[in-house]
């Protein structure tokens, strides 16, 4: 059964920086080495091969750190903590998969857990099931004249996804950011894959109305 | 029931969506998307803002005191000397006394450790063991004499019930073992890492027998 | 002649005043017997006793209770129910709460002057607690029975057995001088088991972080260590079993001091191993994408994996 729904939009390049996209040879450190290199010398205990690691990833670590938990003290805690969880488990780096998709995964758990620990919202089945605010089908969002596609500001889509609700959020993170897989997030979230893809609908749908919203009072001002 | 020639409604389609957005939809929601601009426009926001949010690359950098940190709790745990050396060798190198100045929490723990172990020697080679001490003891043969700190902890648990006691001596016989063994293996390889965190895993299970008898001679 | 009447001779006084006495004790206590024979039977011999507390949702409740029972249940609502029968009245339980009901305390002991034996001293426990409450339990000989929680659970005795199941994401902190730990059913969360002389079996315990110490207490392990976790299983002169079944996904490293190691589970070389394997004494190895880390160490304990 095909489905052209895809192809109401063309199909865009994946410039996502993961996954095994980039190969370990590609990354030089500051101090010369390839990043290959500086995982060897660093699973050997060499504190500037691990220090120039850090300075590669600390970026990509700390971006997610700081989406997923939107709040700056909590993402340098985090990051903190994922970069010290790398210096006492990089031993056990096995180079079958790319070196920042094995520091992703573990920075992600460093975040899941602290969100765990704290509270983290309940992603369940009920809410899934919960009807929508609005009842019917959606034909009238805000202004009903704005039109997303092509208007995006990425200043504005991260204000946006701040502004989620943290269930929301890391879901939506997870996977349209992130790029990882329902049957990825179901299983770090503990949820089921109908669920994952119930909450990131809900989570797009969230942000089309933010950033509608956000489009409209623009529009009004001028 | 319905016929099948029914149409699908936007209502039922949006409540499909989210299963069907990426990996596709049959024949009928396909149908219903051509012929319904309002969950076209739907789709095609979703899909565009799932495709912008891809685009998203990591903006931005940590404080430098997050890297000051790290670098802190590292030297803490005894895990990177002073000074940021280069270190050689497959595993963590604990730091000799010629090289550091100072000793980490693993060089603080072994001489407690060594003390520990030396006052049990001491203990073993006294003329007579004070009557108390003696009393509080249940176990007719004692296969190795606790360390003074024991049996002081022993001391205080005069008033437990006698197997609760017996299981403390034996815990603290056991982790006095383990520490003792721990210890061994540090001295054979000091830059065996595991060895090094048996003998933290060992001064933990001691650790933990302390504060059980600790709280239950407060209770 | 004199003529003689028989007149009826009225009963003495003195004695039949007695009687009356006696009769009336008698009366009084064959009352007081029947009331108090009807007493003994309405109240339960244990003395069983049942209370309703609120905590707050996030709280935290204290539990020290050193011989006798606790069981700790999961339920809806807001309250917590306490179901508790000292076995003497030599022992009460008190229960305190901070204001805002955040932390509440509750503690078994000897009133004042008394001397319970080991019988008299214990009291039976049960707390159903709504999901979400950090519960920390302390005893010294009652067993602990733990069902279905959620939230941070410390638990802690002497020698009492330890029985844990079916907790979901959550925090599950164990020690244990000599008493069994069981836990079962355990996923998705963190699981912190020390316990120097009590053997600690685990059946589907599975999650991001599951350390499990002993001293003397042997291991066994049944699960598939799933949850892309790292599970770190140590024990210093303990026997470590561990089953795994084919799918599971491990980096497994198993090394032993002077004890054996054996491993019937199919495994990997790695690429990168940490340690150089030694027959008998370690080895090392991943299976299916070797998701979950395990490590497996003993010093003079035999360490045996197999496969399910």
């Not at chain 1, 101090?31 to 300075?55: H, M, N, Q, T, W």
């Not at chain 1, 009920?126 to 019917?136: F, I, K, S």
């Not at chain 1, 929301?168 to 349209?176: A, E, Q, S, T």
């Not at chain 2, 670098?71 to 270190?87: A, I």
Request: hydrophobic residues 35%; contains cysteine.
């Amino acid at each position: 059964m095909t489905y052209n729904i895809a192809a109401t939009q063309p199909h865009l390049t994946d410039q996502r920086p993961h996954k095994g996209k980039l190969t370990q040879a590609k990354k030089i450190t500051a101090s010369g080495l390839s990043e290959a290199e500086a995982i060897e010398r660093a699973k050997g205990g060499d504190a500037e091969s691990f220090e120039a690691l850090y300075g590669l990833h600390k970026r990509r670590v700390y971006s997610l750190c700081l989406r997923m938990t939107g709040n700056t003290a909590e993402a340098e805690d985090l990051t903190q903590e994922a970069f010290l969880q790398l210096y006492r488990k990089i031993a056990t780096f096995r180079g079958e998969s790319a070196f920042s998709t094995w520091l992703h995964r573990l920075a992600v758990n460093v975040v899941l857990m602290h969100l765990r620990k704290k509270g983290l919202p309940e992603v369940s089945l009920d809410e899934a099931l919960e009807p929508q605010h609005d009842d019917g089908p959606k034909k009238d969002i805000g202004a009903r004249d704005i039109v997303l596609a092509g208007s995006i500001d990425r200043v504005n889509l991260e204000r946006a996804i701040e502004s989620l609700p943290p269930g929301y959020r890391i879901i939506f993170v997870l996977h349209d950011v992130e790029g990882y897989e329902h049957n990825e997030i179901a299983e770090m979230m503990g949820c089921s894959i109908g669920n994952s893809k119930s909450q990131l609908h809900k989570a797009r749908m969230k942000l089309r109305d933010l950033l509608k919203l956000s489009r409209a009072e623009k529009a009004a001002r001028h | 029931m319905g016929e099948d020639e029914e149409e699908m409604n936007c209502q039922q389609f949006q409540e499909v969506l989210p299963y069907i957005i990426e990996s596709g939809g049959n024949e009928e929601e396909e149908a219903h998307l051509r012929s319904c601009p309002s969950c076209a426009e739907l789709v095609r926001d979703l899909r565009y803002i799932a495709e912008q949010a891809k685009l998203l690359l990591p903006m931005h950098d940590p404080n430098p005191r997050v890297w000051n940190n790290i670098e802190q709790s590292l030297h803490q745990e005894g895990l990177l000397p002073e000074g940021r050396m280069s270190r050689q060798g497959h595993t963590m190198t604990y730091p000799t006394p010629t090289q550091s100045k100072s000793w980490t929490p693993i060089g603080w723990l072994m001489a407690l450790a060594a003390l520990t172990v030396f006052a049990a020697v001491l203990v073993n080679y006294k003329p007579s063991l004070p009557a108390a001490q003696s009393t509080a003891q249940n176990s007719s043969t004692q296969p190795a004499q606790l360390a003074t700190d024991d049996q002081q902890v022993i001391g205080q648990m005069s008033q437990e019930d006698p197997g609760v006691r017996r299981a403390y001596e034996d815990g603290l016989r056991e982790a006095d073992a383990y520490i003792s063994d721990a210890e061994q293996a540090v001295k054979l390889d000091p830059q065996d890492a595991v060895a090094q965190e048996e003998l933290v895993e060992a001064h933990a299970q001691k650790e933990m027998l302390y504060q059980m008898a600790a709280a239950r001679s407060l209770q | 002649m004199t003529e003689t009447r028989v007149v009826p001779v009225a009963p003495n006084a003195a004695s039949g005043t007695r009687i009356e006495r006696l009769g009336r004790v008698f009366l009084v206590f064959a009352v007081v017997l029947t009331g108090a024979v009807a007493n003994a039977q309405s109240q339960p011999q244990t003395g069983r006793k049942e209370i309703r507390f609120d905590v707050a949702p996030n709280g935290t409740i204290n539990l020290v209770n050193d011989a006798g029972l606790v069981t700790l249940k999961t339920g809806p609502g807001h309250q917590v129910v306490m179901i508790y029968s000292p076995h003497s009245n030599k022992m009460e339980v008190d229960r305190e709460s901070t204001p805002d009901n955040r932390r509440v305390e509750i503690r078994s002991h000897a009133l004042n002057g008394q001397q319970p034996t080991a019988e008299e001293a214990k009291v039976d426990m049960e707390l159903t607690v709504p999901a979400g409450v950090a519960m920390s339990v302390s005893t010294s000989t009652a067993p602990i029975t733990a069902e279905g929680l959620a939230g941070d659970v410390t638990l802690s005795s002497d020698t009492g057995q330890i029985t844990v199941a079916n907790m979901v994401r959550s925090h599950l902190h164990v020690r244990s001088v000599a008493g069994p730990v069981n836990l079962t059913n355990l996923s998705l969360g963190h699981v912190d088991v020390t316990s120097s002389g009590g053997a600690v079996k685990m059946a589907n315990v599975t999650g991001p972080k599951v350390n499990v110490a002993t001293g003397s207490g042997n291991i066994i392990y049944q699960g598939d260590c799933s949850g892309v976790g790292d599970y770190l299983i140590t024990t210093h002169s303990g026997d470590i079993d561990m089953t795994l079944p084919q799918t599971a996904s491990v980096d497994l490293n198993a090394r032993s001091v002077s004890g054996h190691v054996e491993n019937d589970f199919p495994l990997q070389a790695k690429k990168h191993p940490v340690f150089v394997p030694k027959a008998g004494s370690s080895f090392a190895g991943t299976s299916n994408s070797g998701s979950s880390s395990v490590e497996l160490r003993s010093f003079s304990g035999r360490i045996r994996v197999k496969k399910q």
